[in-house]
Nanobody, 115 residues
């Protein structure tokens, strides 16, 4: 069983920065790709950024140069550095991990950007 725990969300003013963390708990399970998604109220959950075990990243077009995903493999932890935040970045941010057992989700962390 893989458990994902996100942290780092909160309330920030427009133009500010936040760094989200996602720690994984689960022994003997190989974790492959990991990613951050976000879901605003009334909207679908969208991919923000993904990173492979080898460090290859992919970012959604809407957040390129604004968000940076990173990973520490020996800790099975990923981060999302968010800068120049805008009110439209307000959402619940979810961590996702892919293993041979399937796709796993965290509970989410709320990010609210005030104007």
């Amino acid at each position: 069983q893989v458990q994902l725990v996100e942290s780092g969300g909160g309330l920030v003013q427009a133009g500010g920065s936040l760094k989200l963390s996602c720690a994984t708990c689960g022994r003997g399970v190989g974790i492959n790709n990991m990613a951050w998604y976000r879901q605003a109220p009334g909207k679908q959950r969208d991919l923000v950024a993904a990173i492979s075990r080898g460090g290859t990243t992919a970012d959604a077009y809407s957040v390129k140069s604004q968000f940076t995903i990173s990973r520490v493999n020996d800790k099975n932890t990923i981060y999302l550095q968010m800068s120049s935040l805008k009110p439209e970045d307000t959402a619940t941010y979810y961590c996702n991990a892919r293993t041979l057992l399937g796709s796993h989700w965290g509970q989410g962390t709320q990010v609210t950007v005030s104007s």
